[in-house]
Antibody
Framework: QVQVVESGGGVVQPGGSLRLSCATS????????MHWVRQAPGKGLEWVAF????????YYADSVKGRFTISRDDSKNTLYLQMNSLRIEDMAVYYC?????????????WGQGTLVTVSS | DIQMTQSPSTLSASVGDRVTITCRAN??????LAWYQQKPGKAPNLLIY???SLESGVPSRFRGSGSGTEFTLTISSLQPDDFATYYC?????????FGQGTKVEIK
């Protein structure tokens, strides 16, 4: 069965960096795009970034553009999110989500999330 | 960027009620819309894709409809397990915008 497991969250000071990982299994990783979505405490869902199945294109929310980088390691079936210049407003649970086949059916599998706390 | 607006923000209902949530886009997104259910402390769960297609394993009491800029999620007979927050999301453009969510509470 499909599994998506995030890790790497923690406490970081404003201006600091953190790298999140998302280990996947149960599907052919190289055939699917992958997303990061976040949720600030008590708030709604905010899409963060998407990488196409072959890594050829990456897309970002305006709120993180230039600070965050999405990447993938197909040899490890793992997705990453490098977060630099972190701000208080980046504090959230970060979810990794699998895109559906050719992106036609939404985000069909989600991890349980990893918490990023930005605090001095 | 495409903006998604859900209404209402909160909805109070009883078991057995018919519930309707609306999602509007500020430009046409054809039928590239998904609905998700999220319970406290849990990840979102895909319910509906392409505006009206039911994800495998989702009960048939969930129904999605609409196209263009206006969409609805209807729960035909609310069950205790359905009290949760619901989000729409457009995937017409690479901004993948979510609505702000609708919390369905017990009346």
């Amino acid at each position: 069965q499909v599994q998506v497991v995030e890790s790497g969250g923690g406490v970081v000071q404003p201006g600091g960096s953190l790298r999140l990982s998302c280990a996947t299994s149960g599907f052919t990783f190289t055939r699917y795009g992958m997303h990061w979505v976040r949720q600030a405490p008590g708030k709604g869902l905010e899409w963060v970034a998407f990488i196409r199945y072959d890594g050829s294109n990456k897309y970002y929310a305006d709120s993180v553009k230039g600070r965050f980088t999405i990447s993938r390691d197909d040899s490890k079936n793992t997705l990453y999110l490098q977060m630099n210049s972190l701000r208080i407003e980046d504090m959230a649970v970060y979810y990794c989500a699998k895109d559906s086949w050719f992106g036609e059916s939404g985000l069909d599998y989600w991890g349980q999330g990893t918490l990023v706390t930005v605090s001095s | 960027d495409i903006q998604m607006t859900q209404s209402p923000s909160t909805l109070s209902a009883s078991v057995g009620d018919r519930v309707t949530i609306t999602c509007r886009a500020n430009q046409s997104i054809s039928t590239w819309l998904a609905w998700y259910q999220q319970k406290p402390g849990k990840a979102p769960n895909l319910l509906i894709y392409k505006a009206s297609s039911l994800e495998s394993g989702v009960p048939s009491r969930f129904r999605g409809s609409g196209s263009g800029t206006e969409f609805t999620l209807t729960i035909s007979s609310l069950q205790p397990d359905d009290f949760a927050t619901y989000y729409c999301q457009q995937y017409y453009s690479y901004s993948y915008t979510f609505g702000q969510g609708t919390k369905v509470e017990i009346k």
